[in-house]
């Protein structure tokens, strides 16, 4: 079993940046790969970046390429989404993810969630 909790939600006004963390129990961080997904009111959830054991392989949905950036340090069981030039469509609850069933939309592990509101 793997705990996840994610951190660093909170509020920002158009165009600022946050980075979100997630720290995992267990001995087994570095061979999951994990990711990061949200859900907006009224939406499903979506994928929103993922990253593969060694961090050389990640994928990134369409709406956030180029902006968001995912990364790990294993060393500290922990995965992170740098995000940048954020816009109001991106408010969500974001939740980590870990442990790929179905790369990269189905993950095994889940955190609680954490709120980003992106003020206009």
């Known amino acids: 079993q793997v705990q996840l909790v994610e951190s660093g939600g909170g509020l920002v006004q158009v165009g600022g940046s946050l980075r979100l963390s997630c720290a995992a129990s267990g001995r087994t961080f570095s061979i999951y790969a994990m990711g990061w997904f949200r859900q907006a009111p009224g939406k499903e959830r979506e994928v929103v970046a993922a990253?593969?054991?060694?961090?050389?392989?990640?994928h990134y949905a369409d709406s956030v390429k180029g902006r968001f950036t995912i990364s790990r340090d294993d060393a500290k069981n922990t995965v992170y989404l740098q995000m940048n030039s954020l816009k109001p469509e991106d408010t969500a609850v974001y939740f980590c993810?870990?442990?790929?069933?179905?790369?990269?939309?189905?993950?095994?592990?889940w955190g609680q969630g954490t709120q980003v509101t992106v003020s206009s």
């Open positions: 993810a870990g442990r790929v069933l179905r790369w990269p939309t189905l993950f095994d592990y």
């Open positions: 990253i593969k054991p060694g961090g050389d392989i990640t």
